[in-house]
């Protein structure tokens, strides 16, 4: 007997969300902004589910939607500045870790394209292929990317990334 | 394996606090149910206006001809009646230029003076009152709703640029409100535009809330809506009288019957 939509949601939503949260972190520099986004993006998936929950990559999906919404109109740094000058923050949360905000501030430097195929390369692990396959780009583009991108932020950071761009 | 570079930053997302998946699922029923509403509507709309339509134009084939120079139809009115609208026997009220304030239930004056406003002893003993020069800023309710990011919406609101600010002060207890003429006939439309505006919310965050917590208690027109963004509160308190409008705003508590009686106080301010 097939797993009810309730279970097999909630299995993606635990066992992807980290990555997906992470990934935006990258992508974004604001935690708080991810978290927002990502929990968005779920709240979409579930209304699609039956759709979604077929796909081969739905991580992909939810990945792509956050990342939309955290480009939208709406997701502007202003609205969070707003928000946090009218309310404060509710409650203490650790400040990053100063490594952290070394990476985010030199990935910030990188151009989008280059940022996204960084980090789905030296993040998340995907393949060449796959960053092709998802963002729609030539291979040999996204290996571009990633070269320029490695090469930036080893100058940003003083240190490689590790590994060669690998299983294209 | 993720490179050892992002370790930090791993481990910095891992304090994310996740909300249930059965709340992220609520939610998503929520939104559903009310697209589905919206639609429905829309398409009783569309229905209505087809149905309208034939009949408009069967009563034009068996109407007499217009008369030479007569005026056409009124605007329609606000859907939101006033809560105490004037008698059919009443004359209608008459604005600045002559012409009827509409929904109103007397004259509105004519400019924003710091008459217009509360005054202390609206509140009581101890109230300080202080004109805001520039009273523009992230209080005001259009950015609030730009802060808890309602879904989808593309919301202009059109509040007049014709206001003032003050603030009231009692030691650590403040409000702030402004006070505004709008342009003809538009004054209702804002509540109005409101009122829809926080019924059609979905908030992006899961700690969000926005809630109209009573109407139409004060002056022609009057709202409370309620914001609570991660937790932590403020009211607006909005009334209407003519095309003036007084917006208050507050962080503190303000329970439902003592903001009802500040809108009623705010409202007889208005009526000058």
Redesign the interface.
């Known amino acids: 007997m097939d797993a009810q939509p309730e279970d097999s949601f909630n299995e993606f939503y635990r066992s992807s969300r980290q990555r997906v949260v992470t990934f935006l972190l990258a992508m974004t520099g604001d935690r708080a902004e991810a978290q927002d986004t990502a929990q968005e993006a779920y709240v979409r998936a579930w209304q699609r589910w039956s759709a979604v929950g077929g796909y081969d990559d739905p991580e992909a999906w939810v990945r792509t939607v956050a990342y939309r919404l955290s480009i939208s109109r709406w997701r502007k740094a202003r609205n969070r500045l707003v928000a946090h000058r009218l309310y404060g923050v509710r409650e203490p949360v650790a400040p990053p870790d100063e490594n952290t905000v070394a990476l985010v501030a030199a990935l910030k430097l990188l151009p989008e394209v280059d940022r996204e195929a960084v980090t789905l390369h030296h993040l998340l692990d995907l393949s060449v292929a796959d960053i092709a396959r998802q963002t729609g780009t030539p291979a040999n583009t996204i290996k571009a990317r990633l070269v320029r991108g490695r090469n930036r932020l080893a100058t940003l950071l003083g240190r490689d990334l590790s590994g060669e761009i690998t299983h294209a | ?19 249930p ?1 059965d709340e ?2 609520d ?2 029923r929520r ?2 149910r009310r697209t589905r509403i919206a639609t429905a509507a829309a398409a009783f709309t569309a229905v209505a206006v087809v149905v309208g339509g034939v009949a408009v134009a069967g009563a034009d084939r068996a109407a007499p001809p217009p008369v030479p120079g007569g005026s056409s139809s009124p605007p329609a009115a606000s859907s939101t009646p006033p809560p105490d609208s004037p008698s059919p026997t009443e004359a209608p009220s008459q604005g600045p230029t002559g012409a009827p304030s509409q929904g109103s239930t007397g004259a509105a004056p004519a400019s924003v003076t710091a008459a217009r406003f509360l005054q202390p002893s609206d509140l009581g003993s101890g109230w300080a009152s202080t004109r805001v020069d520039n009273g523009d800023g ?2 005001i309710i259009e ?2 709703f ?4 309602c ?1 989808g ?1 593309g919301w202009a609101s059109g509040l007049t640029d014709n206001r003032q600010t003050r603030d009231l002060r009692k030691g650590s207890d403040s409000y702030r409100q402004w006070v505004g003429l709008f342009p003809r006939n538009t004054a209702a439309a804002y509540l109005d535009g409101i009122r829809a505006h926080v019924r059609d919310c979905d908030p ?3 700690d969000t809330k926005v809630d109209l917590a009573a109407e139409r208690f004060a002056g022609d027109d009057a709202l409370l809506v309620d914001f609570n ?4 509160s ?1 009211r607006y308190l909005i009334v209407r009288h003519g095309e003036m409008v007084a917006l208050i705003w507050t962080k503190g508590p303000l329970p439902d019957a003592a903001a009802k009686d500040l809108g009623r106080k705010a409202a007889a301010r208005l009526t000058g």
């Open positions: 394996m993720p490179d050892p570079l992002f370790d930090s930053m791993i481990a910095d997302a891992g304090s994310v606090r996740w909300a998946a992220l699922r939610r998503a939104r559903t992230d209080w950015a609030t730009s802060a808890v990011q879904a919406n992006a965050r899961l963004i991660e937790g932590l403020s």
